[in-house]
């Protein structure tokens, strides 16, 4: 009589996680160059390894988000999926923030303890880093130099190619971008979103200059430089309603996501506490704690290379902290998604949807 016994193969754990292999592979230069091993060696080497192997679960989640959002059709379960994925790297990021903290209770004398045997490795060249920097949308303009040369340079001729097939395919950044663009809250029949909603601006601005000029702590030069700063606001509300400037705006670089998709993330922002607005939302947060996440990151890194070094030169051969720090700005990805904050109006000033429209953005049974 046939038996299921033989339908699986046995697995131990050991094996199943390949753990000769893992365990093995912590192999301390300075044990072979010295007579005694410089002992904080085998920290750097395994919290390094342990970035890569979340570099690798980080790539996993995001190539997988970007497959279901360059998908003709997105539906509901497609942005549910996401944002469960996408959280999962914010909460990776944040583990990969902890790790510097394990890495800075090894002090600058035992990192120079065995420092002469990484030349000339660097975590410029993590293959993988580069991988999730081009998969959120990093572009190249953008980038920081390496010494003078390409990000790619560091890498064999068949990684580099990858990384450009890489940037030739679609991102994050443009799979959220054609998402948002593709969107239907875009058009919204007799609805004329974008007039009312620059009314509200204007009665905004107009409440604010009001307090500012009636406000009796306030000095008369003071009260000259706040609605200068005020002004200020107005014409970047002004760049939002005027599609040719804003258009101008992105020709120069000083904006990179389109305009249609702006408006699209303004209306979710404003309208999130609808129903069919909640996922969209939060599906917009998730790609902002990632920024925020991977920016925190790199100024931490960067700090611990000062604390570390000093204003030595990287390994690899950057000017090392100068280089890390300038990146945690410069590198930003989803910096259009941040600025919607500056567009966002008080929810006493926001126009009211028409009640057809109201009812689409509802959920069907609570509207019979």
């Not at 599906?283 to 991977?294: G, N, Q, R, S, V």
Request: net charge negative; proline share 3%.
């Amino acid at each position: 009589m046939a038996t299921n016994e033989g339908k699986y193969s046995t697995v131990h754990y050991r094996n199943y996680l390949k753990l000769d292999k893992i365990l093995s592979a912590q192999n301390l230069r300075s044990e072979v160059q010295e007579e005694n091993a410089a002992h904080d060696e085998m920290l750097f080497i395994i919290v390094h390894q342990t970035y890569e192997l979340w570099f690798k679960q980080i790539i996993h989640e995001l190539q997988s988000v970007v497959k279901l959002f360059t998908m003709e059709k997105v539906d509901e379960k497609t942005i549910g999926n996401s944002i469960i994925r996408l959280e999962r790297v914010v909460d990776i990021q944040k583990i990969l923030i902890d790790q510097i903290g394990i890495m800075e209770t090894m002090t600058p004398l035992d990192f120079l303890d065995f420092r002469k045997y990484l030349f000339p490795a660097s975590g410029f060249q993590s293959f993988q880093f580069r991988k999730i920097e081009n998969l959120l949308g990093l572009e190249t303009p953008q980038r920081m130099t390496y010494n003078g040369c390409p990000y790619s340079s560091v890498f064999s001729p068949e990684k580099e190619e990858e990384l450009m097939q890489l940037e030739k395919d679609t991102s994050l950044f443009e799979a959220m971008e054609g998402w948002l663009e593709r969107t239907p809250f875009l058009k919204l029949g007799s609805f004329n979103f974008l007039e009312e909603y620059k009314k509200a601006v204007g009665r905004m601005l107009d409440t604010e200059k009001k307090a500012i000029k009636s406000s009796e702590y306030l000095t008369e030069h003071e009260v000259e430089m706040r609605i200068k700063m005020l002004e200020g606001t107005d014409n970047y509300f002004g760049v939002v309603l005027d599609k040719e400037k804003y258009l101008k705006m992105q020709e120069t670089g000083e904006i990179r996501m389109s305009y249609e998709a702006t408006i699209s993330a303004l209306f979710i922002n404003l309208y999130r506490d609808e129903p069919i607005l909640h996922l969209p939302y939060k599906l917009l947060m998730c790609m902002i704690e990632i920024d925020d996440a991977l920016t925190t990151w790199r100024y931490r890194h960067a700090q611990m290379v000062l604390r570390m070094l000093g204003n030595k030169m990287g390994t690899g051969g950057s000017s090392g902290h100068t280089y890390l720090n300038a990146t945690a700005q410069k590198h930003m990805i989803f910096k259009d998604l941040h600025n919607i904050s500056t567009l966002l109006i008080p929810r006493s000033e926001i126009p009211k949807l028409p009640e057809s429209l109201e009812k689409q953005l509802s959920y069907y049974y609570t509207n019979q």
